[in-house]
Every structure is written in C-alpha cells, then in structure tokens.
C-alpha cells in the first residue's frame, strides 16, 4: 500500500513528555550503540537478573546464527515475577483484565505469580519437560499470559496459535510443532458471540493424533466434548494438591542458558507453510526491556494498555514479557474494540485512567469511522503516550488519532518491527520529532538501510529494499526445525544482511516510511497472511482447481484478500458456490482469512516455468500498468 505520503508536518513532542521521558537524548544513545555494539547491550542487560553473567555480549563467530550473552544464565519468568516477589511490587497490580461481558479480574505480582506456579506444577506432573513444545490456543484471558509463564518457568517452549485461526492452521502448527500437551478454552467471547475454540481444537486434534493431553479452561460454559483420559479441565487440574508443592504454591524457576529457546511463533511466508521463529530467554529479554522503558516510557505509577492479541508478537513482547520485566502495571481487554457499542475502548481508558495506548492502525480507522462524538463523551485525560504497531498508519488516521484521542498532547510512537524481530527496531522515543506516518529511526543500536536490487544503498527519498545491518539481542534465531530456510528467506537475498520482507524509503532528513511487503506475504487489519496458505486453503475445496490471492488497497483493513479462482470441470460459476468457498477458507484459516472477493477466471497469468504471476493480477485489478511480462507464458 503505497497512500502514505511523506508529509511536511513535524510535530514535536509536547514539553511534558519531554521533560519525563526515560530517555534525553536519542543522537547520544545511538551514537553510543554505533560505537560500542557490545558494550551498549551489556550496559543494558546488566538492568536484569542473572544468575550467572555472560561470557561473551555476541558471538558472531557462526553468522548468520548469531548468539547474544554466551555462557549467561538466567529464565525471563526469574525477571518477570520471581524478583518482583521479595520487593514491595509483590502487591503492585500486574495485571487487569476486562472480559467482554464486563468482567473484571485484576493480579498482583503475587497473585499472578501463585497462579503461574499452580499451572506450571500441573504441567510438570503432565510430564512437560524443558525443551519440550506446548500449544497454546485460548481466547483473550488471563489465563493465556498464565499458561505461557508457566511454560517458560519450566523451560517448556510455548507456541501459541493466535484464537482467531481455525482448523487447518492449528493443525498444521500443533503438528510442526510436536506438541503433547495443548492448552485452550471451551470458547471465547467476542462481538457478543461465542467462538467455539474446543471444537475447532478437537477438529484440529482428529488431523493430529499424537497429543496425549488437552488442557481446557471454562470461559463461556457451553457443552463441550471431552475425552477420557486426554481432555482436562483446568479448574480441575489447579485444584489437585499436585498444583502445590512442598513449599506452598511455589515452584521452582528453571534455571536457562540465555540461548535456551523460550518461544515458538508461527507466522508467514512466502511458502504455504508458516515457518516458526524461535525467540530465546536471554537476548530477547533485553531487547524487549530495553525498547519498552525508552519507547513508551512506562512509569513505576502508570497503567499501560497494549490492545493487540496475545497471540501476535506484539502480545508476547508487550503485553506478556515486556511490561512484566519493567514491573509494570497492564491492563487486557478480551473482545472487540465496538462491542456494545463504539466507545467501548474509550470508556476503559477512562474507568482504568489507562496513561499509554499502544494499537493498530486498522482499530484506529474502524474507530474513527463512528465519528468524534463516541471518545468525546469520555475523559481520556489520563493519557500521555500513544502507539501504533503492524501497518503503516495513514496520516488521516494519525492525525485523528492525536487529536482526537491524544488531545494533541500525547506523540505516537509508530514502532516499526516484526515476529522475527521480536522487539521494535524502527521506532520513535518520547523526544523524537514526529512526522504523520513515518516510524522516524532505528533504534539505537539498529543500522536499518535502502538497497536497490542489487544491494546498493538507494539515495534519500527513493524507494528500496529495508534490510537489517547489526544484529540485535532480541532477533529470531532461526526457524524451528529449519534453519536452511532461515539462511535463505533471511540472509541470502543480500548476503550478510538480514532482509526484512519490506519496502521503504528514507527522506532526506533521515526519517524511514515503510511502504509494504514486498514478498508474497498480505497484511490484513495488521494479520499477516501467505498468498500461499489461503490459496492451499482455497485449492482443498472439492471445486477448485487452481487459485491465486493478492492484496487490494482497503480503507479500514489495509488491505483486503482478492483472490481468482479456477474451477474444476463440472462446476459451475455462482453467487453460492462463491459465498461456500468464502465460508470453506474461514473455516479452514480463520475468519481473517476471509476473502473479500471471488473472482472465477476462466485462467492465471503464469510464467512459463508455471509460477502465478501475482504482480500482473494486481496491477489488473488496480488499472495500472502490467509491467514487464517478458516472462509471462501466452
Ligand atoms: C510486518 C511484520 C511487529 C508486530 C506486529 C506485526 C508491517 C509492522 C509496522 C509499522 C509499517 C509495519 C511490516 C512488517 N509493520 N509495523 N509501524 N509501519 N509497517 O508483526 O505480523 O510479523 O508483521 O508488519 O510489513 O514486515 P508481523
């Protein structure tokens, strides 16, 4: 999506903010990084607990494998509760959540600590070991960030499929993954209705026989099926004396090598197989830590509101690890954003006095779609920060967003990062001067730059290639089980490099604006979806033969899927068959998954070695020009 424009405007932060900020001068941080790599990083990690410090700060020795803190040991959960425990946080609210229905649940450092050793007693006793895989599937509760905890603080690696994905999608990760154990709800609410997790789970389990143990916690109370034997209730399970051992509700924290894996996130590719990229305990650690504290400048007294999904990168970052590891205050909200009506979201920055709001783009233009008049009837003066995460944000939508949310006191830090990256990369911090829909610079210690084709940096103000030039403490380490293709999808289009996926530019004052991917990956209200998986997903219909998907401009959502459909002999094109095939991918992907529209051609531009040439089906749609077709099969 190319509609965002580079804009004269710069806004500078508010003097209030400025005067606070945790960081005072961006040039002298980064000059720093520049400098002294290792010594920036070291300075930084020495804000956490180790349990025994590093040997070296990087290990370059095996690039692009890189390794941050060798020899160090520590567990993140040892950093997220643990040391909070003997210090007057132990009665500081961790977190507070509101169900959909107006539930309210809030925990302190204790209480969120008790749970997460109940839960992590249960799933030792279920045999979980270090090292080994759990899925996670749930809906929006506390119990998700608890289940997740639990595994890390026994050294299990946690792979939570996002609740919003369907059968096929957790089937496939459930079984790249390996999973024994998975964890979900019997449902989740959201819009008013109940999304039926435990059967799209046991669905997804008849695909994927080798789980021996579901863990299911009651959330929306409809019948659901349980098996004998493999099925258990949650409630259930915490209630046996199992869930407390000697030494009260306490179970110990598994001692990790800063390398130790900590999670596994599937997201896509190019390929219709999501790859998982694996996060550690160490590095990551730092770097999520590290960008929270100067990005959003969170305050011992503030109350931070990260609205993505806990299923998403951002969710583990910075709803789960990254506000924890600050001993910070975070507020969860189960449902949907309109739900009962559009000031939903308003009406709890208000009721929570939320001080940083940390979205979407696409929440932000749904949003501003019911006027000024539903956040108007709220006192959101409570807020200081505000943040956007995992599109680019159009200027329209950014400057209603500061001023009408933000009141034109609070700056949006527009953080630019990724799943792979694990931590923001091209980002903002309080005193950074801000230009409507440019996510401004890299991160201290980040070298961010445009190539063109061949690997040469373009000049200010012209389009190119994003690519990664240090590594950083909380990048991917490879992709599980398949570090060939993380050389190749990552290091190998510009060797020595890591290559982000993404178009940019850099203007003449220095400032990155994102344009898009540029691979075969769609980004939907901020989802990042495969071309190849919704059409595998199309192409497992009994009446397709062959399909391609491609992303259409879409006021709210970014993008929309438009996908074109060749049928099998012996079926007709209809309004019914479209509207079946539609339905057949959410059933299979999920909702988000959707496509926006069907078109039934009679064939696919190709090349001649029979690759879909999606570049000529979007410049079609779009009325522009087809470019060079020199390889395009007649
Ligand atoms: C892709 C990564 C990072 C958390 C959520 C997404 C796009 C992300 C921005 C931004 C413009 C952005 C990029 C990137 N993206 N943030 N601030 N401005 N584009 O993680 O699902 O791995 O997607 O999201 O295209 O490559 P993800």
Redesign the pocket.
């Known amino acids: 999506m190319s509609s965002v424009r580079e804009s004269a405007e710069l806004f500078a932060p508010s003097p209030d903010v400025v005067a606070q900020a945790n960081v005072t001068s961006y040039e002298e941080l980064a000059r720093w990084a520049e400098r002294d790599l290792e010594g920036f990083w070291a300075a930084q990690a020495e804000q956490f607990v180790w349990l025994q410090k590093w040997d070296r700060v990087l290990d370059d020795s095996n690039k692009p494998f890189y390794k941050w803190f060798v020899g160090g040991k520590t567990n993140i959960v040892h950093n997220c509760l643990d040391r909070h425990l003997t210090t007057w946080r132990r009665n500081k609210l961790a977190l507070i959540w509101e169900g959909e229905d107006g539930d309210l649940r809030t925990f302190s450092y204790h209480a969120l600590n008790r749970e997460v050793c109940k839960f992590a007693n249960v799933l030792r006793s279920m045999g979980v070991t270090r090292g080994d895989r759990v899925t996670i599937y749930m809906g929006r509760v506390p119990e998700l960030p608890i289940a997740m905890l639990a595994c890390a603080k026994i050294g299990a690696v946690h792979s939570v499929v996002y609740g919003g994905f369907s059968v096929e999608a957790l089937h496939g990760r459930i079984e790249d993954s390996q999973s024994n154990v998975c964890i979900t709800c019997d449902g989740g609410y959201m819009n008013g209705k109940i999304v039926e997790l435990k059967k799209i789970m046991d669905e997804a389990l008849k695909r994927s026989p080798t789980v021996e143990h579901v863990i299911v916690l009651r959330r929306t109370g409809q019948d659901v099926a349980m098996e004998a034997g493999r099925d258990y209730w949650w409630h259930d399970l915490m209630a046996l004396p199992i869930a407390r051992s000697a030494t009260g509700n306490r179970s110990d924290t598994a001692v990790m090598d800063a390398e130790d894996p900590l999670y596994m996130l599937y997201?896509s590719g190019t390929t219709g197989k999501p790859k998982a990229i694996l996060h550690t305990h160490g590095g990551y650690m730092v770097g999520i830590g590290t960008t929270l504290r100067w990005v959003f400048d969170l305050k011992e007294e503030d109350r931070w509101w990260c609205a993505a999904d806990p299923g998403?990168?951002?969710g583990h970052s910075y709803i789960v690890y990254g506000p924890l590891l600050l001993g910070a205050t975070s507020f969860m909200y189960e449902g949907a954003p309109t739900y009962p009506y559009p000031n939903r979201w308003w009406s709890m920055v208000e009721k929570y006095g939320i001080n940083v709001l940390y979205c979407a783009p696409t929440a932000i233009r749904g949003l501003m779609r019911f006027g000024e008049a539903w956040p108007n009837r709220h006192d959101l003066s409570s807020l200081r920060l505000l943040g956007?995460?995992?599109?680019?944000i159009n200027p329209e939508a950014w400057r209603w967003y500061h001023r009408v949310i933000g009141k034109e006191r609070c700056p949006i830090m527009?953080?630019?990062?990724?799943?792979?990256t694990g931590m923001f990369m091209i980002t903002p911090l309080p005193v950074t001067n801000l230009k409507p829909g440019s996510?401004t610079y890299p991160f201290p210690g980040v070298e961010a730059e445009v190539y063109d084709e061949h690997g040469k940096p373009v000049a200010a103000g012209e389009e190119g290639y994003l690519v990664l030039k240090r590594p950083w403490p909380a990048m991917l380490r490879t992709i599980y089980k398949d570090p060939d293709r993380y050389v190749s999808q990552y290091w190998s289009r510009f060797p020595g490099v890591y290559f982000?996926?993404?178009s940019a530019r850099r203007d003449s004052d220095g400032y990155f604006w994102?344009i898009?991917?540029v691979d075969d990956v769609i980004?939907v209200s901020?989802y990042?979806l495969g071309t190849a998986e919704i059409e595998s997903a199309l192409v497992s219909h009994p009446a397709v033969a062959e399909a391609a998907a491609i992303g259409l401009p879409h006021e709210v959502k970014g993008n929309a899927i438009h996908t074109y459909v060749i049928l099998r002999a012996g079926h007709e094109p209809s309004e019914g068959l479209m509207e079946m095939l539609r339905q057949h991918v959410a059933h299979e992907l999920g909702p988000i998954a959707r496509p926006e529209k069907i078109t039934f051609v009679p064939a696919l531009p190709k090349t001649r070695s029979g690759k879909i040439m999606r570049r000529v089906l979007r410049a079609r749609a779009l009325g522009l020009a087809e470019g060079d077709l020199t390889t395009l099969e007649e």
């Open positions: 997201t998403w990168v951002t956007s995460v995992g599109e680019p527009d953080t630019w990062w990724q799943t792979e996510a982000t996926g993404d994102i898009g991917r980004k901020g990042r």
